[in-house]
């Protein structure tokens, strides 16, 4: 989304007409773990738009800014979250969709939906060198790493989807100035998740009293994950090249 459009979430958030509908906004969002933003957070979101509604569903747009987010390095944008309610109003999925940081390091994610309801979902991620103060000699130390990822919207729930329709699929994200690696593994049909698979995802840990990133196994059909995962132990995690330094 360019920043041009910028505005206009703020112009809808201070001329809400929907003011009922803010009662429907589930806080707490995970965000995608690769790009950690402060989250989950607890602040109350504002309705601004509800999309066309899929398979019966309402597909709403909320906005907000995480007021326990203080940094004297980093400027936070509004997040938009989308959410997902059947016809009692009850919650059936939600995702950040737009989001950002700006300082030395910088993110930000942007997104479109087609007529299929592909939701697209591009987060861009790249870091400066502080000591250089010019505007026009920046010098980049990790430059416009992109990350790309797609759902589709399917009875009510957001599922991964790919432009592979079936096979192996595996990923390995590094960026080398964090010194993090992220890797997937598993096999889709029909462009959605199947069978095991291997996967990082925020879990809570009771002893760290927080959410924290670790590699899962877990099963998926047509694209639905089952609740039931085991976290990887470290000899399983030496085996796989990408987390390796």
């Known amino acids: ?90 919650l059936s999925d939600k995702i950040i969709i737009y989001d950002g940081m700006e300082g030395v390091c910088n993110w930000y994610r942007d997104f479109s939906i087609n007529k299929d309801h592909i939701l697209s979902l591009r987060d861009q991620f790249y870091c400066i060198d502080d000591s250089d103060t010019s505007e026009n000699n920046k010098i980049y130390t990790y430059k416009n790493k992109i990350f790309n990822k797609q759902y589709i919207i399917k009875n009510g729930k957001i599922l991964e989807y790919f432009s592979q329709q079936e096979g192996q699929v595996k990923e390995c994200i590094k960026i080398k100035s964090l010194e993090q690696s992220w890797y997937s593994e598993g096999n889709v049909k029909e462009h959605l998740k199947t069978g095991k698979w291997i ?47």
């Not at 001329?15 to 803010?22: A, E």
């Not at 066309?52 to 004297?72: G, K, P």
């Not at 009771?206 to 089952?226: F, H, S």
């Open 1 to 90: 989304m360019e920043n041009s459009n910028k505005n206009k979430f703020y112009i809808n958030i201070k001329n809400l007409r929907f003011q009922k509908l803010n009662i429907l906004f589930s806080d707490s969002t995970l965000l995608y773990p690769a790009l950690n933003s402060d989250h989950p957070n607890n602040t109350k979101g504002n309705f601004f738009k509800r999309l066309e509604d899929i398979d019966n569903y309402r597909v709403l747009l909320f906005a907000y800014f995480n007021a326990d987010f203080h940094s004297d390095e980093l400027n936070k944008s509004t997040t938009i979250e989308l959410q997902i309610f059947d016809k009692m109003n009850n």
């Open 199 to 245: 996967e990082y995802d925020y879990i809570y840990d009771d002893k760290e009293n927080d959410w924290v990133i670790n590699y899962i196994t877990r099963y998926y059909e047509k694209g639905v994950k089952n609740n039931e995962y085991k976290i990887m132990n470290d000899d399983e995690l030496d085996k796989i090249d990408c987390l390796r330094d």
